[in-house]
């Protein structure tokens, strides 16, 4: 079961850092995505990170601002945020895809967490 954390509410230009953290099963091997929902609007897929080192995705409206990671020790991965806007208030939900490449068929999704952008 994965579950998404650390969202709230931060400024504009201000930072988060979400985490993205499994239980009963090693992320080691997958690929997890990141994805967010602003209310009416449709499912978008912000970042990914492969099993493998090195391979990272990110989506035009968010790159050089999100940085994705993981840490396999602690079986998490973690998504950066920072310069954040308020277009990017939204529910973030982490995926993992088993086949271990970005953008594939993710098969287990975590509950998200709300990011809200705000002064």
């Known amino acids: 079961q994965l579950q998404a954390s650390g969202g709230g509410l931060v400024q504009p230009g201000g930072s988060l850092r979400l985490s993205c953290t499994a239980s009963?099963?090693?992320?080691?091997?997958?690929?997890i995505g990141w994805f967010r929902q602003a209310p009416g609007e449709e499912r978008e897929e912000v970042s990914c990170?492969?099993?493998?080192?090195?391979?990272?995705y990110y989506a035009g409206s968010v790159k050089g601002r999100f940085t994705v990671s993981r840490d396999n020790a602690k079986n998490t991965v973690f998504l950066q945020m920072n310069s954040l806007k308020a277009e990017d208030t939204a529910v973030y939900y982490c995926?993992?895809?088993?086949?271990?490449?970005?953008?594939?068929?993710?098969?287990?999704w975590g509950q998200g967490t709300l990011v809200t952008v705000s002064s």
């Open positions: 995926a993992a895809a088993p086949t271990g490449r970005c953008r594939d068929d993710y098969s287990d």
């Open positions: 009963g099963f090693s992320l080691d091997y997958y690929a």
């Open positions: 990170i492969s099993r493998w080192v090195g391979y990272t």
